[in-house]
T-cell receptor
Framework: EPEVTQTPSHQVTQMGQEVILRCVPI?????FYWYRQILGQKVEFLVS????????KSEIFDDQFSVERPDGSNFTLKIRSTKLEDSAMYFC?????????????FGPGTRLTVL | AQKVTQAQTEISVVEKEDVTLDCVYE???????LFWYKQPPSGELVFLIR??????QNEISGRYSWNFQKSTSSFNFTITASQVVDSAVYFC??????????????FGQGTTLQVKP
């Protein structure tokens, strides 16, 4: 069964450093998402991406964040200068073309720890 | 404004008991979609069900059942004869059909279910 994959599973970084979180969505999917979950809290929407551009972003997704689909398979989230409060689990999700009725499938997440 | 409320923060039951997880949502859209996801201790988010606003039929899948009531804006989830493996955090989520069709999910706070042997 196709699945969303994410690397690394755990990333530890120093405050102020840049990190890139990587995702490989399900191959025939066209909509891509990043969500984050601070420990013990709810899952929060960060950004959606379709047709090589951001289609919506939340207030959390400020200038420190960027997304890219550098090739036909990867979807990345970059945090330019990490802060302590960026420590969280970051989930990538994808869904196929077919309108909002289609289900988003999530990757296993990357746990980001900022020291 | 869209919002999902899961008022139960934690529920603890003994194995084989039935348990219902509540979800109440707010939306101005007439077309929307409701979801339940399970997050086991390992951390991943596992899709359980999707429901659209035009389909109020209840659904049963094995020990799981869902009750969707538009009149009360609720989409409750019942586990029958709970098992220890059901222990997880359960999230209810809402997606609105808007002009941008981004399909973003708005999650509730989650309900932690602990099933004791």
């Amino acid at each position: 069964e196709p699945e969303v994959t994410q690397t690394p599973s755990h990333q530890v970084t120093q405050m102020g450093q840049e990190v890139i979180l990587r995702c490989v969505p399900i191959s025939n999917h066209l909509y891509f998402y990043w969500y984050r979950q601070i420990l013990g809290q709810k899952v929060e929407f960060l950004v959606s991406f379709y047709n090589n551009e951001i289609s919506e972003k939340s207030e959390i997704f400020d200038d420190q964040f960027s997304v890219e689909r550098p090739d036909g398979s990867n979807f990345t989230l970059k945090i330019r200068s990490t802060k302590l409060e960026d420590s969280a689990m970051y989930f990538c999700a994808s869904r196929s073309l077919g309108g909002v009725t289609d289900t988003q499938y999530f990757g296993p997440g990357t746990r980001l720890t900022v020291l | 404004a869209q919002k999902v409320t899961q008022a139960q923060t934690e529920i603890s039951v003994v194995e084989k008991e039935d348990v219902t997880l509540d979800c109440v949502y707010e939306t101005r859209d007439t077309t929307y979609y409701l979801f339940w996801y399970k997050q086991p201790p390992s951390g991943e988010l596992v899709f359980l069900i999707r429901r659209n606003s035009f389909d109020e039929q209840n659904e049963i899948s094995g020990r799981y059942s869902w009750n969707f009531q538009k009149s009360t804006s609720s989409f409750n989830f019942t586990i029958t004869a709970s098992q220890v493996v059901d222990s997880a955090v359960y999230f209810c989520a809402l997606s609105e059909e808007n002009a941008r069709d981004t399909g973003k999910l708005i999650f509730g706070q989650g309900t932690t279910l602990q099933v004791k042997p």
